[in-house]
């Protein structure tokens, strides 16, 4: 599955590529050259970043389905024991 980056998300990115090359790097890097490097890394390391996101959504999702139970049980055949709490009362 191809990484696919908005057109705007792809030109931010483009963009910081550029400025990171013109504040740390000895050359600045070009338009193209700096989407070239992004299309690299998305093809390259970007499945690792999402495998580990994915990895990440599971545990959570599945610690959260174990704790649904707790969540949402109701206790089965109460309707008698309702009635023999409000007649205790009563007396």
């Known amino acids: 599955m191809a990484i696919e980056l908005t057109k ?18 000895d050359e600045p890097i070009g338009n193209v050259a700096a989407g070239g490097l992004l299309g690299f890394f998305l093809e390259e390391i970007g499945p690792a970043i999402y495998n ?9 999702l599945q610690a959260r389905v174990s704790e649904l139970d707790l969540e949402v049980h109701e206790d089965e055949f ?8 409000s007649s205790k009362g009563k007396k």
Do not use: C, G, L, P
């Not at 705007?8 to 740390?24: C, D, K, L, M, P």
């Not at 996101?53 to 599971?58: E, I, K, N, R, S």
């Not at 109460?78 to 709490?85: A, F, H, L, V």
């Open 8 to 25: 705007e998300a792809r030109a931010q990115a483009v963009a910081s590529i550029e400025r990171y090359f013109r504040e740390n790097m």
């Open 52 to 60: 580990k996101a994915v990895f990440d959504v599971q545990e959570r």
């Open 78 to 85: 109460q309707y008698w024991r309702k009635d023999e709490r």
